[in-house]
């Protein structure tokens, strides 16, 4: 158990985080760091967090810091945070982007102040702790980045944490997280986000295409509903590896395209064969799969 953690970033998965933390008592206090007054005053009121306090105010004497903010802030949150981490405080994050964080976090924090770069594989579509759920991590994977710097007590004791959620605690590089996901994760958003757009581009049938859109279109675009401002900053900051997979997916997609024009029955049940038997072996115990 920890004595003190602190969410900088009281959202879905801050909030998410807090209420599991809180309800299976992994921390003796919950303090949540809040830009939006309304919401830190939710969390409160809903448990996700004991009590509300700035930055400066909630580090004293804490034990362990996490990033919830949105990616593009969350270096500018460590950076203010400097002055009031104490040696042995664990840092770490919930961003879906690894690459950059990781590497200007171990360049600016000083020793005896440890950084583990963290992923939870679950979410939402909506945003904010009014959509947190305490079970949000049960059964879910938990992405850790430690490196050659990384301590292995607190290393351990975050794994312990993660474990206390529900959740599977599991060690990547961060290269090769940033990689996964932009296959994983962001290039579904972004088919999620064209198809849509592709069907709002037919101005004259939009309505009607939407008034017939049933299960295989809602489910396969239902990513499409995140938060844009989220993801442009996550497209952005994984750029290389986002077009990479952007550019894998046309070498597939050509190839079914190919299939069509040429009448290669062969082909595209080959192509859709395979797709079938891969999705077969996902599994399917998730509550809640990855949103973000």
Partial sequence: MFN????????LIGGSLGLALCKRNLAKEVVGVEANEDNLDLAIRVGAVHRGATL??????AELLILATPIGVALGVLEMALPYLRPGTIVTD???VKGRLV??????LPAGIHFIGGHPMAGLEVAGVAGAREDLFEGA???LTPTERTDRAALTRLKQLIEGLGAKPLELAYQEHDQAVAIISHLPHLLAAALVNTVAADTKKEQLLLDLAAGGFRDTTRIAASNPMMWRDILLTNRSQVLEAIEKFRVQLNRIEQGILQFDSELLVGSLTRAQNV???LPENRKYCLRK
Avoid: F, Q
């Fill in 4 to 11: 003190k953690i602190v969410i900088a970033g009281v959202g």
């Fill in 56 to 61: 400066a105010e909630a580090l004293a004497g």
């Fill in 94 to 96: 919930v961003g879906s």
């Fill in 103 to 108: 590497e200007r976090a171990e360049a600016m």
């Fill in 141 to 143: 994977s938990y992405l």
């Fill in 279 to 281: 999705r077969s072996t």
